[in-house]
T-cell receptor, first 114, second 112 residues
């Protein structure tokens, strides 16, 4: 069964350092999402791509976060500089094109900022 | 933006009993309501979803109901089993573009 791949699974970084996460969606899925899940809460959408274009980044803290999906396939989410409050699970998801299609989540990257 | 509230935050039931989780949403434009199950340390997985043109949907022991007038939807699990223990999230999409707004989750514990 095809899965969304994310790496690394765990990341510990010092505050003010840069950190990057990688996501490879299910083959053929045009839509890719990055979510942040703080412990005890539901996932919160950070950015949504349709192919290589950003369709929603209204919740992305653009002063420190950036995301790209250059060839419309895999994607990278970067934080620079990391802050203590960025500690969370970062989930990537993908879905086929179309209205209300199922979003498939990856295992996530658990980030701890110390 | 959409605001999804979910209750209860924790729920314990005896094996074989039923469990009900309720969610409300604020944006009347929302028309897609998925439910995700997240086991400890694992990814969220879709278990059932409902669209606004349907009032109820069933899949074996799981059912979801939707009341668009009242802006609430519920997950019903019957004949609960220990493997149903997980965190369950409801979500709503007001855009039709899979822009999901999630509730805060319900931790369900099924006691053997």
């Amino acid at each position: 069964e095809a899965e969304v791949a994310q790496s690394p699974r765990y990341k510990i970084t010092e505050k003010s350092q840069a950190v990057a996460f990688w996501c490879d969606p299910i083959s053929g899925h045009a839509t890719l999402y990055w979510y942040r899940q703080i412990l005890g809460q539901g996932p919160e959408l950070l950015v949504q791509f349709q192919d290589e274009s950003v369709v929603d980044d209204s919740q992305l803290p653009k002063d420190r976060f950036s995301a790209e999906r250059l060839k419309g396939v895999d994607s990278t989410l970067k934080i620079q500089p990391a802050e203590l409050g960025d500690s969370a699970m970062y989930l990537c998801a993908s879905s086929p094109s179309g209205r209300n299609t199922e979003a498939f989540f990856g295992q996530g990257t658990r980030l701890t900022v110390v | 933006g959409e605001n999804v509230e979910q209750h209860p935050s924790t729920l314990s039931v005896q094996e074989g009993d039923s469990a009900v989780i309720k969610c409300t949403y604020s944006d009347s434009a929302s028309n897609y309501f998925p439910w995700y199950k997240q086991e400890l340390g694992k990814r969220p997985q879709l278990i059932i979803d409902i669209r606004s043109n349907v009032g109820e949907k069933k899949d074996q022991r799981i059912a979801v109901t939707l009341n668009k007038t009242a802006k609430h939807f519920s997950l019903h699990i019957t004949e609960t089993q220990p493997e149903d223990s997980a965190v369950y999230f409801c979500a709503a999409d007001p855009t039709g573009a899979n822009n999901l707004f999630f509730g805060t989750g319900t931790r369900l514990t099924v006691i053997p």
